[in-house]
């Protein structure tokens, strides 16, 4: 693989770890999981454990090195109904973004239909979220485009959208800001920001997270302006039993 091709698998490594981080805390904590109904439950249960597969077959691809394990979501971000579903929509459409981004720029046609096949789960994920937003009476969920769509129909999109990422660059930015925290929370917790301006200039918090335990302290070397809980990506599920017969094939 080329160079490129390593950083954007790479990329999409640390996308899947936040994934599996985001729909592990939906699972435990938020304030619905609970009185769903039982094949809603298994969507979500599906959907981490066919991102824990992606990552599993991307840190392969990148030489075994794990992604980075903390991932910051603004305090309160599992205790709203439509906070969850909006964090999980807008994220799901960035991932949908950032593979289509590796459609376009990864070197060899086996490693752009991995993209594509991936990036193909990622969509059904947006769609049944958005259906289960519906269902808890959410009539419009703001995602990446910065723009309240409708959640009926839940598959409003004739098209994949890349919703103004062009670049590995952007991708890598809009990342980042998921995985260190951002000063600026605005819109969902600066994605919307760093899209807008293409990712110029943004500014991080300094310091490097360290010593994280599942309590989900803080820790004292990365302020956001907004307070934030870390969550450990590598905490987050046991391996995936193959057998589970959602997977199947």
């Excluded at 981080?21 to 066919?50: C, H, P, Q, V, W």
């Amino acid at each position: 693989a080329s160079t490129l091709d390593t950083q954007i698998l790479g990329a999409a490594k640390i996308a899947e770890a936040l994934a599996v981080t985001l729909y592990t805390g939906i699972i435990n904590e938020s304030t619905f999981f609970a009185g769903l109904a039982d094949d809603d439950k298994d969507y979500f249960r599906a959907a981490r454990d066919e991102e824990k597969y992606h990552y599993d077959l991307l840190k392969s691809a990148t030489g075994g090195t794990d992604a980075p394990t903390t991932y910051y979501f603004p305090a309160g971000t599992f205790a709203n109904t439509a906070t969850t579903l909006t964090v999980l929509i807008t994220l799901e459409e960035a991932f949908i973004a950032a593979y289509l981004v590796g459609v376009k720029l990864l070197s060899s046609s086996s490693l752009r239909v991995l993209a594509a096949q991936i990036m193909g789960i990622e969509s059904d994920h947006r769609t049944l979220a958005r259906i289960i937003a519906d269902e808890q009476g959410l009539a419009t969920v703001t995602g990446l485009s910065g723009t309240a769509e409708s959640t009926t129909p839940p598959n409003n999109n004739v098209y994949e959208r890349t919703y103004g990422l062009s670049t590995l660059d952007q991708v890598k930015c809009t990342e980042t800001v998921l995985r260190r925290g951002h000063r600026n929370h605005s819109g969902l917790f600066g994605l919307q920001n760093v899209q807008s301006r293409l990712c110029a200039d943004v500014p991080w918090p300094q310091g490097k997270s360290t010593g994280l335990t599942r309590s989900h302290r803080h820790p004292s070397s990365i302020r956001p302006a907004l307070p934030s809980r870390a969550y450990l990506f590598n905490r987050c599920v046991p391996p995936v039993n193959s057998e589970d017969s959602w997977l199947a094939g």
